[in-house]
């Protein structure tokens, strides 16, 4: 009895194999899979090639195909939900694959370094792609990523060196990451981005254009840095900072306009973006940071604005061609080699408001004048460097103002703040208050009782020029055009310089008033009319 238990056991033992082989393999299965009872493909141990997994397993861990180098294709089962965390990363000779019409996400680094990945066919079914889910997929030229995708995550096609053209659809509000994508050249962004992550778009040697849309409020540190054939791209009005380095080395990159939504630009932001021929410094702007417009050849004139305390470090460093400055009163400081290195700077204008210029700040072998008010820092600096000074009167920049006026209304916005008065709409015509408005703007107003007639005088304030040997500074500014309406109410007359011109007037309730968008014409100020608020807003610079 013992022995026959003995052999039973014995028997059992051998069996044992073949039992647990056979719960890991569905019916009409094959060994070159293991596959739980739960239905996960658990490893694969076939010869490689086009590999078609059984249609009953329902996941694929990473642990199946992870850096498998003999498989070339994959047809994947039709019940699939998920694509892993890996599932096939490190296949380089993988070269298609279509994924089946339920899977919904597909799992960070699951097809990261497949270097012979040609054609990636994804589902509509699709909503999320994880980070670096293709990174390293050099042979990947393009991609159609589905509409209904709302994730794609960061760093997801980093190093795609033959990746072409991207779309990425509605819904996602940061971009998926581009580094060293070398060949790109066309990036369709949706309308939800709000910002350009860090190093986004690094080393993409191809872009040459691209549009940022509207909800933009951040460009991160790096994000275009090097990216050597862009010529041209826009920058929101509501951006709001700039990292460091973000338009590093943008060789071909020309005459960017900035908007005053912008409060911070970072370290070396557009270093070496050569081609720049000019610069506009953004109102919101406080402090220019070390390097940010360093290296750039073509920029033959600056004006850095009294909203700026510090010119810092370095700021204009190396710009070989620049030859006129003009720093506006509000600029406190200079920083050390500000303007270094400058070699064909012949004039800078500094304002009695500098009273600290750093170390080595010009070059020494320029020809340079530096013009100032007589007493100012900036004489003594000169004259402490043996370099020549003249003295000029250094006007002050004009205010900026802007009405804001909602029509049928009693509410005004001015430069932020509210205040009351009755505006009003006539045969289509919009009219605001004219002594009120002309008071709000700067201008100034003159009723004449006798004549009933109201005189309204705007007067342009140009900035300095900084000037050179044939044009100095201060001196060459043009005298401020003054223009003056002569409005008569109850009649169709104005007189504008004494040119005559003709437009409704209208007097109600004792209130004399004017037709805003023309009359801001005929002064020189700009208006801009939002039909969906039924506002209009008028802006004086002065």
Known sequence: MK?????????????????????????????????????????????????????????????????????????????????????????????????????TSIGQRAFQNCESLTEVILPDSLKTIDSHAFAGCISLVSIEIPDGVIFVGGETFIECTALK????PEGNTKTPGFYSCTSLETVILPSTITHIDNWEFYNCASLKSLILPDGVIEIGMGAFRECTKLESINIPDGVTHIGDDAFHSCHSLKNLILPDSIVSIGADAFRGCRSFESINIPKGLTEISEGAFMDIDRLKSVTVPGNINTIGKRAFFQDSDLKEVAI???????????????????????????????????????????????GSYAETYAKANNIEF?????????????????????????????????????????????????????????WDSATNTTSLTSTGVAPP???????????????????????????????????????QTMVYNGIAYLPAAYLATKLGLSAVWDSETNTTSLTSAG
């Not at 590999?51 to 180098?69: H, L, M, Q, R």
């Not at 053209?165 to 990425?168: A, E, G, L, P």
């Not at 204008?349 to 010009?362: A, D, H, L, Q, Y």
């Not at 044009?471 to 309406?485: D, G, L, M, Q, R």
Request: overall charge negative; aromatic content about 8%; some cysteine.
């Open 3 to 103: 022995s026959k238990k003995i052999i039973s056991l014995m028997l059992a033992l051998a069996l044992m194999p073949a039992i647990l082989s056979a719960a890991a393999i569905p019916a009409g299965g094959s060994s070159d899979f293991e596959i739980s009872a739960s239905g996960a493909l658990l490893r694969y141990n076939g010869p490689g090639g086009h590999v078609v997994i059984p249609g009953d397993v329902v996941s694929v861990w990473a642990t199946a195909f992870k850096n498998n180098e003999t498989i070339t294709g994959v047809t994947l089962p039709e019940n699939l939900a998920r694509l892993t965390d890996d599932v096939f990363a490190g296949c380089v000779n993988l070269k298609s694959i279509k994924i089946p019409g339920k899977v």
């Open 465 to 503: 020029a900084a000037g050179s040997e044939d044009s100095p500074a201060v001196n060459s500014t043009p005298e401020p055009e003054t223009k003056t309406i002569t409005a008569t109410f109850g009649a169709t007359k104005y007189i504008l310089n004494g040119e005559n011109f003709d437009e």
């Open 165 to 168: 053209n991207v779309n990425i």
């Open 390 to 446: 003249a003295a000029v009167i250094i006007p002050v920049e004009p205010e900026t103002k802007t009405i804001t006026a909602t029509f049928g209304a009693t509410k005004y916005i001015l430069n932020g703040g509210n205040f009351d008065e009755q505006t009003m709409v006539y045969n289509g015509v919009a009219y605001l208050p004219a002594a009120y408005l002309a008071t709000k703007l700067g201008l100034s107003a003159i």
């Open 328 to 374: 506006m009163r509000g600029v406190a400081e200079i920083g050390d080699e500000a303007f270094q290195n400058c070699y064909s700077l012949e004039s800078i204008t500094i304002p009695p408001s500098v009273t600290k210029i750093g170390e080595r700040v010009f070059f020494d072998g320029t020809e340079l004048t530096i013009y100032g008010e007589s």
